[in-house]
């Protein structure tokens, strides 16, 4: 690829953030993203750089000050560009590979990152605003789009958040005091521009550049600030006072649900703060934070959320609900208030990216069905196509296993799921194939709590025993750093022969982001069918608008989102067309046209009718003879309609 992008004159590069990309020695040292930022702003901000001229102890980047010395000449030559490449090319240059990345965003062919960076108007008004209609957008990896739009949109506020922004609130206070008696004048200018209108003070430089505003493009007011928040001192104290209405209404003994309109007239009677006000709201504390010349904005992170859901909840009065939950109905004997401002309409964090490109593509290997996407998405396709894989081989055996080893049915229905006979039948189902199965397996089940009750059952009932006699066990917990040490050991157990099972949760890091292929995951198991979970206020909230705006069944959303979120897990299987694996559903609803109809077609497509309605030897039985066929000698080269050679790769890159 590195040959055909230098003969092409191409080039191509992936852009993360700071903490992906940052090379300065004690900068990439931070743990979190935030403080890489906070980090990053205390070495390259202007006002930081404009003081170390007349004070030489002030540390800044030198990385960030090559960069900017060789100015517009600061190109990569023609090629491909990862992240490791970019980091590499920094270090040899002396250049900051973040700001060189973000500068070539406006030459390059082509330019990979985050979907963030397109649908969270936060991101998206900071990095992708200069990329022309005519680009060509391509979302990969698509089946959760609708989820990464709502989430883009969507404010969570708890108690400790808003203590915190309380304390930010004091410390500002006591800046702007200081300001006024040491540099009165920038606050004054601040007020003037401020009277001329936010929208007419210019673009910042990227070093200082600040996360956009949360409300979409169109959507965001370009006129004056209002004349009570233009004062520093002002909009200090009407955040207080919002701030105070928050806290107020967080302190509630039983849920409450009301809309974004209904929120803010109460707002208005009580505290006297305006839904228009409220709308300048993130702007306001962003030119405040800029005046003030805060650069650790880690710290400041809890207002900066309060004035989020500020600007949200004053700017849009449909397909958004507002929820206020003393504590988790999962856990009510802990109080734990949230109060969520959660977007029901995913079709209005991308409908600015339908109007500004002329090609959007939207592909995933488990997008399905496609016919309910554009609803989700608001949206007219002009194409709508499903391809077929191309395989070498018959490399992919999914089957659905129904019955146990006693022939009676499996299932993690509500009813069923806590049976005893159902979870022994699930744990002798893994361990029949621990014993057929080389190398790796991977298990998936419908959530943390059912993985941890069922493991310690199998625990007490000596089925994991049986497993570790064939391979090691290894399980995913919610804490990052135990999970990819998990990763790491059953990695090794695979590598060294031992095997491994690891066992893991549909809608998780894993399920999402780690690749199970080769001997790493020759069969994945997906245990139940992982709805989520039907109970949650916001859930059912948006089942509610789904339902009235666009005329999609509660029960036709909740199996296309389940069914997805299994296909993703079984999926993570077969990584390539020389790969082979088994997937297995281990439910009896997947017994269902229903439910299976649901499947891509690449799945349903080897799912061969003698592969239904399987009992736990039936599967062992099928599993041994699949694998014993895979393991005979295989020419590559057989497969040249569906594999092309280097040499072919090469020829194309010639001729094009």
């Known amino acids: 690829m590195e040959r055909i992008g230098k003969r092409a004159q191409m080039i191509a590069l992936g852009l993360s953030s700071r903490k992906n990309m940052c090379i300065h020695p004690s900068v990439a040292e931070e743990r979190s993203r935030e403080s890489v930022d906070a980090k990053c702003r205390k070495l390259t901000s202007s006002w930081v750089r404009v003081k170390s001229v007349d004070d030489p102890d002030i540390e800044l980047c030198d990385f960030f000050e090559e960069y900017e010395k060789t100015g517009a000449e600061a190109l990569l030559p023609p090629g491909i560009y990862t992240l490791q490449d970019l980091r590499v090319f920094g270090r040899k240059k002396g250049w900051c590979p973040y700001f060189l990345a973000r500068h070539m965003i406006a030459f390059v062919n082509v330019v990979v990152y985050s979907y963030q960076y397109l649908v969270d108007p936060k991101v998206s008004q900071m990095v992708s605003k200069e990329l ?101 001192e002002h909009f200090l104290t009407f ?73 949200l909840v004053g700017t849009y009065t449909k397909g958004f609900v507002l929820i206020i939950e003393p504590f988790d109905e999962r856990m009510p004997s802990v109080p734990d208030p949230v109060l969520q401002l959660a977007c029901l309409d995913a079709s209005l964090a991308i409908r600015p990216v339908f109007e500004k490109f002329q090609s959007v593509i939207i592909t995933s290997g488990t997008l399905s069905p496609l016919d309910l996407y554009p609803k989700l998405l608001n949206v007219n396709p002009v194409v709508v196509q499903s391809f077929q894989m191309t395989l070498t081989r018959e490399c992919i ?110 809608r998780g890091k894993v399920a999402e982001g780690i690749d199970f292929d080769r001997h790493y995951g020759r069969c994945v198991i997906m245990v139940g069918v992982p709805f989520q979970y039907t109970l949650s206020r916001i859930l059912r909230a948006r089942l509610e608008y789904l339902r009235e705006t666009f005329q999609i069944k509660e029960s036709d959303f909740l199996s296309f989102d389940a069914v997805r979120q299994a296909a993703q897990c079984v999926g993570r299987v077969i990584r390539s067309k020389s790969d082979y694996g088994m997937m297995i559903f281990a439910d009896k609803r ?61 020829q194309m890159g010639a001729g094009a």
Request: net charge neutral; with cysteine.
């Open 397 to 506: 055996c999914p089957l659905v296993a129904t019955r146990g080893i006693d022939h009676s049915a499996m299932s993690t229905k509500f009813d069923m799921r806590d049976d005893p006979g159902v979870i022994r039948n699930y744990g002798k189902l893994v361990a029949e194939l621990s014993a057929v199965i080389p190398d790796g397996m991977v298990c998936f089940f419908v959530s943390y709590a059912y993985m941890d009750s069922i493991i310690q059952q199998w625990h007490d009932k000596g089925i994991l025993e049986e497993i570790m006699k064939h391979k090691l066990v290894f399980i995913e917990t919610q804490d990052v750093v135990e999970t990819s040490l998990a990763l790491d050991n059953f990695r090794r157990a695979c590598d060294c022969g031992r095997g491994g099972v690891f066992f893991s949760v549909a």
């Open 590 to 650: 997947y017994n269902r046209h229903e439910k299976r109809d649901k499947l891509p077609k690449w799945i349903t497509s080897h799912l061969i009718d003698a592969h239904l309605n399987l009992s736990t030897d039936m599967v062992a039985h099928v599993a041994r003879d699949f694998m014993r066929r895979m393991a005979q000698p295989f020419d590559i080269h057989a497969g040249k309609k569906s594999l092309l050679s280097k040499e072919q790769l090469m």
């Open 132 to 232: 022309e209609r005519e680009c060509i957008v391509v979302f990969d990896e698509a089946h959760n789009i609708d989820n990464v739009c709502i989430e883009a949109l969507s404010v969570n506020l708890r108690q400790q958040t808003l203590d915190s922004a309380g304390r930010n609130i004091s410390k500002l206070k006591s800046k702007v005091n200081l300001m006024k008696q040491k540099d009165a004048q920038r606050l004054t200018d601040e007020y003037n521009r401020l009277v001329s209108g936010l929208a007419q003070q210019g673009a910042l430089t990227a070093p200082d550049d600040w996360l956009g505003n949360p409300a979409l493009p169109n959507d965001i007011l370009r006129e004056s600030v209002p004349g009570n928040i233009r004062r520093a």
């Open 239 to 311: 955040l207080s006072r919002f701030l105070e209405y928050l806290k107020k209404r967080l302190n509630v003994r039983q849920v409450e649900s009301q809309s974004p309109r209904s929120f803010v007239q109460h707002c208005a009677s009580d505290v006297m703060v305006e839904g228009r006000t409220l709308r300048f709201c993130y702007d306001r504390f962003t030119s405040l934070m800029k005046t003030l010349e805060i650069v650790d904005t880690d710290e400041y992170t809890p207002i900066q959320l309060v004035a989020d859901f500020g600007t």
